[in-house]
């Protein structure tokens, strides 16, 4: 059967059947300067990417005619390794400006060639043993005792080294597990420590929200994630709810952070107790984006909730600072309107007697017109036995 659509973005290939992710393009770049004439000077600088989230820059001393998306092979230490142009031209120096790379520092290695099919080929190869190096390592170090684990393992696109990436919580002296990998897997060994996160990017998956993972499709350098986030937003302080997959706090508290800090700036001091004639308010709540403030009149517990403007507040604050009391906490800046939404049920979960409803509805109106056509029979009869009983 013929598919009736086709998408490929590099990073994903969609299909009608199903949608194949490939693991080894998971941080698609836009290259928002292509469609712009080049206004500066020359580079030969390029971004390659290999597996996963692990990217490199280097020089295009060939001068080869290079376009994001060719595979090419690049100078490796050592040997050489395999992977995808994913960013060339004037954009390249402001990426490497961005990460903090220094050309003076660190040494770029250049572009060798395009990659041929033997090279493809190799380099299949030796990626397929993935997977199965991966389980095999896990159990030597366990054997080991170390207190470590291998999240993952990327072989060189030539076959000669490969990078055992684990995750651990203190210093491990891996010396020994090396020589023991050294000799079971016969190739150059390489140990990089990563974090929670760094893995769950790695590995990959969906979040609860329905979407791939952040870590996994866009973000590059992690930033630190705290609880106050989650109060400045009014979160329950739930862990299970907080924590991704990586049993960390979630990287998306930190979107709307700077939001609600923003708004909240027009909320008045929450110390500050609203005095009216009546009784004294003090604050309980407050919804920064709604420009709501709920105040009680109990300090400790909700009591006479009492809804109003952020305005309407300090204004009420003036006022007790001028030793002045208004009647109650109500007045022309306080309105908050709150609207009630007739929310739709659109994940399928009716009542169950939702069929039975409309059907005794069509019952009752069945029943109704019933009753209306009985009551004007019995009117008709009715007349008739008036009009035969009637006197002419």
Not at 71 to 87: C, I, S, Y
Not at 243 to 268: D, F, I, S, T, W
Request: glycine share 6%; with cysteine; aromatic share 6%.
């Amino acid at each position: 059967m013929k598919e009736d659509f086709t998408i490929d973005n590099g990073s994903c290939h969609i299909t009608k059947k199903a949608v194949n992710h490939n693991p080894r393009h998971m941080l698609p770049v836009v290259d928002w300067l292509s469609d712009i004439p080049a206004t500066g000077s020359e580079t030969d600088l390029v971004e390659v990417q290999f597996k996963n989230t692990r990217k490199g820059y280097y020089h295009n001393s060939a001068h080869l005619a290079l376009e994001k998306g060719m595979t090419v092979v690049v100078e490796a230490n050592p040997g050489t390794d395999l992977g995808e142009v994913t960013l060339v031209g004037e954009l390249v120096p402001l990426q490497m400006r961005k990460y903090h790379i220094n050309t003076e520092r660190y040494e770029i290695r250049n572009v060798l060639r395009l990659a041929t099919t033997s090279d493809l080929d190799t380099a299949e190869i030796a990626h397929a043993k993935e997977q199965e190096t991966m389980i095999k390592a896990r159990q030597l170090a366990k054997s080991l005792g170390l207190e470590m684990k291998i999240g993952d393992v990327e072989y060189q696109g030539d076959g000669s080294k490969a990078i055992f990436y684990y995750i651990a919580d203190g210093r491990v002296d891996f010396r020994q597990l090396i020589k023991v990998y050294a000799e079971t897997f016969r190739i150059r060994i390489e140990m990089k420590q990563i974090g929670a996160r760094q893995e769950a990017g790695r590995i990959g998956g969906t979040g609860p929200c329905g979407r791939e993972l952040c870590c996994s499709t866009w973000m590059t350098q992690f930033s630190s994630v705290g609880t106050n986030a989650a109060r400045i937003q009014n979160i329950s302080l739930n862990p299970q709810k907080l924590a991704g997959q990586c049993a960390k706090l979630k990287c998306c508290l930190n979107y709307e952070v700077p939001v609600y800090e923003e708004a909240c700036k027009k909320l008045p001091p929450r110390h500050q107790p609203l005095e009216t004639k009546d009784a004294t308010y003090y604050f309980f709540s407050a919804d920064p984006l709604a420009n709501a403030v709920t105040y009680s009149t109990d300090a400790h517990h909700p009591a006479n909730l009492e809804t109003i403007a952020p305005a309407r507040a300090k204004e009420i604050i003036d006022m007790n600072r001028r030793g002045e009391k208004p009647l109650n906490l109500g007045g022309k800046q306080s309105a908050v309107v709150i609207m009630e939404t007739d929310y739709q049920n659109v994940v399928g979960q009716d009542d169950l007697t939702r069929f039975d409803k409309k059907k005794n509805k069509n019952n009752n109106a069945g029943n109704r017109g019933n009753r209306h056509h009985d009551r004007r029979n019995n009117s008709h009869r009715n007349h008739e036995k008036d009009s035969t009983t009637r006197p002419e």
